[in-house]
């Protein structure tokens, strides 16, 4: 298997003065332990689920280019950002942006919205759940035509671009990667079927292992190769676990179909719990995913 990191706070580094270089120093370790992919969370609060709102939050995109500028190998994406925070087409030109800078790093990941408060909290429009799924699905569908030969108009209910011109063009080939986050079975599954090369879910192996099934009908129905998706999940390793902790939990997931798990980063010194938890369990988690290949 695969192992990204998640990272969902940042109190952990001290003041304002410390949080550069307390990002720096984990995703250089995380590079260094061999994880593939450094995500953040896209928000303007702290979720109020997670710790106080008043809590420190970075803005994602600008947080993901700093982490470029000081690693050379992580893949770079947000896990997932709001379709509400960004217009479409400023969406496709700051991925594509991080893309280029990064040597073609940079994976789109994407999602709903949901965090009401900080809508409010910033003047940010926040339609109801069924328009902001309308919106995704143009979103999707503007961010691919910007990244193919098509620099024409684009139509939608809720989107108009005269020109959908991006230049210059990705880096990564053909285009960045599309992650799809959420486990709506009607609408959210429905779009990762269409239009998604990986998919994240959080949950026991259980509850993922129903939804990998509710994903192959759509596919199914879409006539999209199932196994053409990459399926990610979330994995909540415990402080007190031990390496064989989280290569027991990476197996039960890896049993019911999942590729990659993601961790979070914990604990006061994250980059710490990096080098002795999940660093130890890195080649282990390949032969994962060596096994499921044969």
Known sequence: MHLDLHVSRFDWAG??????????????????????????M????????????????????????????VTQALRLRLLVTGVTYRHPGLLAKIVTTLDVLS????ELGIGAAWYEREHKGLGVPFPPVSERFERLEETLRICLQMWSED????????????????????????????????????????????????????????????KLGVLRGHCDAVGRNFGGIEVTAIIQA??????DDLLRGAQAYADVGVDTIVGLAM????????????????????????????
């Not at 307390?22 to 953040?40: D, P």
């Not at 109020?48 to 939050?57: S, W």
């Not at 415990?238 to 390496?243: A, D, H, K, L, V």
Request: proline share 8%.
């Open 151 to 210: 620099n024409g108009a684009f139509e939608g209910r809720h989107y108009r671009l005269a020109e959908t011109l991006c230049s210059p063009a990705p880096v990564s080939a053909p285009r960045p990667r599309i992650v799809i986050g959420g486990v709506g079975e009607r609408k959210t599954l429905r779009l990762v079927a269409q239009y998604a090369d990986a998919c994240n879910f959080y949950g026991t192996p259980e509850v993922v292992a129903h």
């Open 103 to 106: 040597g073609g790093r940079a």
């Open 267 to 294: 604990g006061g010194d994250p980059a710490r719990k990096l080098e002795t938890l999940f660093g130890p369990a890195v080649e282990r988690l390949a032969e994962i995913r060596a096994k499921r290949a044969v």
């Open 15 to 40: 003041g304002p003065s410390a949080i550069g270089p307390g990002v720096a120093r984990l995703a250089r370790s995380a590079e260094s332990v061999g994880v593939r992919a450094l995500s953040f």
């Open 238 to 243: 415990q402080e007190n676990w031990t390496p």
């Open 42 to 69: 896209d928000h303007y609060f702290q979720m109020e689920t997670t710790a106080p709102a008043e809590d420190p939050m970075l803005e994602g995109y600008t947080a993901l280019g700093f982490v470029a500028g």
